[in-house]
């Protein structure tokens, strides 16, 4: 769903964890636009890693790349509705994959170093009151 360039390496190092119900439209929203700001940040090329992990009861999705990071002004803003770096850009993004996993009753995490890459931290849990189809 997202055109990736011939500069950028994605290497898919999700495993087949515990099955959970999820609202799979919105979840592939999430990753449609985790993917594409990853690819967006990599003007030049670099890699996308993206893995997955089980932890604390926590199924975590992790979205890595090599890109050009995020400076400190930018993400303190980052959650904010509207607010943009790009020139195309809305600025709802971030704002509604937050929403997206919180409704989930997960959250979203991001580090980042500027010239080094970002790292996104998806964190849906196992075993909750959404797993009975309960979603948001």
């Given amino acids: 769903m997202v055109p990736i360039p011939s500069s ?34 990599m003007p030049q090329g670099g890699k996308l890693t993206i893995t997955s992990q089980i ?4 199924l975590r999705l992790l979205f890595s790349d090599t890109g050009i990071g ?10 904010v509705p509207f607010s943009t ?7 709802l ?5 937050r929403q997206i996993a919180e409704a989930h009753g997960g959250s979203v995490s ?6 080094k890459g970002t790292t996104v931290v998806l ?5 909750s009151r959404a797993m009975e189809g309960e979603i948001a």
Avoid: F, Y
């Fill in 8 to 41: 950028i390496r994605v290497s898919n190092l999700t495993e087949d964890h515990p099955k959970r119900m999820l609202d799979a439209e919105k979840m592939t929203r999430v990753c449609v636009n985790l993917i594409q700001n990853a690819v967006e940040a």
């Fill in 55 to 58: 932890s604390a009861r926590r």
């Fill in 70 to 79: 995020i400076k400190k002004e930018v993400m303190s803003r980052i959650w």
């Fill in 85 to 91: 770096t790009k020139a195309k850009g809305l600025g």
């Fill in 93 to 97: 993004g971030l704002p509604m994959v």
């Fill in 110 to 115: 991001i580090k980042s170093a500027v010239g």
């Fill in 123 to 127: 964190s849906i849990p196992i075993n």
